[in-house]
């Protein structure tokens, strides 16, 4: 059948390819329409159509709302807004690596080392592992990617807490992959039914510790019972990009020195204060990170990124300094938080997540007043939003227009 039916009445709303190719196997079911049938809405379909399924089916992320974004729709002037949406470090770059970016500034006409050899050497040097085991990404979200090109298909598996950081399940799903989530009891990820929720076709394990957007955290005794526990097929990734917050870390470095099938994450995102430049890295053993270091693109990580975040390893100070501003603003966070009888969970990281009736009207209404929040629907929370800890005068100012705007 090529009929009317077809061209006339399902060109008019076959926009995707999701939406088209879920229509042309209900057409075969309803109609008989066979493989004809499917051929009149490729024919009807646009471009989309022929793309690539998994990712017309992908839910895109959303970011933190810019600045200037936020000023430009409410009719306010940047400088006044705060945004406390990202998890960025409020105390911004490291004087040092801001300095190195001033030199490094009249060199950009050049391409990067796409081996980033200095800056993988640095981090070699400080996790005690060798060059080798070093992969850097475009971010940490990028080694994500990596490892899910690396290892993920749609004969594969991946494994990860219910509320884990959502980048884990657009990956999976872009990549084709089954995404088996773990219930998380009191938004702590569960390792031992973690564990077991592995099958044959698992090949990725992701631990957030901390996790975003819960602050929550595993500790070293749950982690090396978790590892005894996984086969040899699974690697195990425990993504740490909060980990300079954490006063008393696990170490899984430990398990890559001794050539466990583990890959561990770090960011210069976060305590580094480096979002904007987009570097974090992955500490893998040598068959893991030789497997990503092939799926990468040749200059993946710019040179300015390279330049900064070397800089930035020396600068312990500002790390101290970064650390110390986040213990003050989570503690004023959590004690206002308690007083007020508003449900929050214990964080770990540089964020607080608080139960606040609507999520998303609490974050639209703080918009209007100039204060940006995350609301947390996309991670199945309607009634919580995440607050970054900022500078202790944004954090003063966020709590008043909280108080403005919940009402529980
Ligand atoms: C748990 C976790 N992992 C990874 C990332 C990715 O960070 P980046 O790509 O900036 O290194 C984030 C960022 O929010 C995060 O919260």
Redesign the pocket.
């Known amino acids: 059948m090529r009929g009317k039916l077809g061209a006339v009445n399902l060109t008019r709303w076959i926009g995707v390819c999701a939406a088209g190719k879920r229509v042309a196997r209900a057409m075969r079911s309803l109609f008989g329409v066979e493989i004809q049938g499917a051929t009149v809405i490729l024919e009807s379909m646009s471009i989309t159509g022929y793309a690539n399924q998994f990712l017309c089916d992908l839910v895109a992320y959303v970011p933190g709302k810019p600045i200037e974004d936020t000023a430009r729709e409410h009719g306010l002037r940047p400088e006044d807004i705060v945004k406390l949406a990202?998890?960025e470090n409020p105390l911004g770059p490291s004087p040092m690596a801001q300095e190195a970016m001033r030199e490094a500034a009249g060199l950009m006409h050049l391409y990067p080392d796409g081996g980033g050899v200095k800056l993988r050497e640095a981090l070699a040097a400080k996790h005690r592992v060798e060059f080798d085991n070093i992969v850097l990404?475009n971010?940490?979200?990028?080694i994500?990617e990596l490892l899910c090109h690396s290892f993920l298909n749609q004969e594969t598996s991946l494994v990860a807490a219910e509320h884990a950081?959502v980048?884990y399940k657009l990956m999976a799903t872009l990549f084709g992959a089954q995404y088996l989530e773990v219930p998380d009891p009191g938004f702590i990820h569960d390792l031992p039914a973690m564990a077991a929720a592995v099958r044959e076709d698992t090949r990725l394990v992701f631990v957030?510790n901390p996790?975003?957007p819960t602050g929550t955290l595993v500790g070293q005794e749950e982690i090396d019972r978790f590892l005894e526990a996984l086969p040899e097929h699974v690697i195990a990734v425990f993504?740490e990009?909060?980990f300079e917050f954490l006063q008393n870390p696990a170490d899984t470095v430990k398990y890559v020195r001794e050539g466990r099938n583990v890959c561990v994450?770090r960011?210069?995102?976060?305590a580094q204060g480096l979002?904007g430049l987009?570097?974090?890295y992955g500490i893998a053993n040598k068959e893991v990170a030789d497997l990503l270091n092939k799926a990468r693109q040749p200059f993946n990580v710019n040179a300015m990124a390279q330049t900064a975040a070397l800089a930035s390893i020396a600068d312990e100070d500002h790390i101290r300094r970064t650390v110390q501003n986040n213990q003050e603003g989570r503690a004023m966070f959590e004690s206002a938080f308690a007083e007020r009888g508003w449900e929050y969970i214990p964080s770990h990281a540089n964020f607080v997540m608080v139960k606040v009736g609507d999520g998303d009207a609490v974050f639209r209404e703080m918009l209007t007043r100039g204060v940006i929040v995350r609301a947390l629907r996309s991670y199945k929370l309607p009634e919580w939003i995440r607050v970054s800890v900022g500078t202790a005068r944004e954090n003063v100012r966020c709590l008043q227009v909280m108080d403005e705007v919940i009402q529980l």
Not at 139 to 142: A, I, P, Y
Not at 267 to 270: A, I
Request: hydrophobic fraction near 30%; aromatic fraction near 12%; charge should be neutral.
């Open positions: 990202s998890n990404g971010g940490s979200n990028e994500i950081f980048v957030a996790n975003n993504d990009a909060y994450m960011t210069f995102s976060k979002s987009r570097v974090g």
